[in-house]
């Protein structure tokens, strides 16, 4: 069994686009997790081999990711159509608190009770919660009298709806201490 702890504050520049706007993202991580580590070739005679395992656990997600988009990066479109947006500030968390979590890794020890890790894996979270608003003029129409606040409730709706959100990506490296 592992039981463990990731969290910190990330942020990564253009990461996220949806109809031409660009999002920066400021993520604010916080999971605990309690996962089952099986080792299918544990009983190798081979170290490499008995170093891999197969992860499946829980974690605990407590995780929000704020969006900002401004003029730094050119003008924002929203539907295809300029803005005069000074910037669109959003927020995107995940509503399943606690989720499934499946992962591959290697963990070679290095001595009887240290050892090292690596490990990749997916929470499935299912989809994520979003909030868009904007900085600037609210009634601007974008294509047939729709509004920009309706404009920006389908682009929540895009990304709330999108597969591709269903699944948050794990990498984990680190010291592991057997006892």
């Known amino acids: 069994l592992a039981l463990g702890y990731n969290g910190g504050d990330i942020s990564w520049s253009d990461d996220l686009s949806v109809d ?3 999002y920066d993202v400021d993520m604010d ?3 605990a997790y309690l996962n089952a580590e099986i ?4 009983a190798s005679q081979n170290p490499w081999a008995q170093g891999l395992y197969v992860a499946a656990g829980v974690g605990y997600l407590d995780s929000e990711y704020g969006l900002k988009s401004n003029t730094n990066s050119g003008t924002i479109k ?3 159509k300029d803005t005069n947006f000074s910037a669109v500030n959003g ?4 509503d399943n608190d606690i989720a499934p979590y499946v992962g591959f890794g290697f963990a070679p020890k290095i001595t009887k009770n240290i050892g090292v890790f690596g490990e990749v894996g997916a929470y499935y979270t299912g989809n994520p919660s979003v909030t868009l608003t904007n900085s600037g003029a609210n009634s601007l ?3 047939n009298n729709q509004t ?3 404009a920006l409730a389908e682009d929540v709706n895009k990304i709330e709806n999108d ?3 269903e699944w948050l990506p794990v990498g984990k490296v680190g010291v592991s201490f057997h006892f």
């Open 29 to 31: 991580n916080s999971v």
């Open 78 to 80: 929203i539907d295809g």
């Open 39 to 42: 080792r299918p070739w544990g």
């Open 141 to 143: 129409d974008v294509n």
């Open 91 to 94: 927020n995107v968390s995940f």
């Open 148 to 150: 920009i606040g309706s």
């Open 20 to 22: 031409s706007v660009k």
């Open 163 to 165: 597969d591709k959100y």
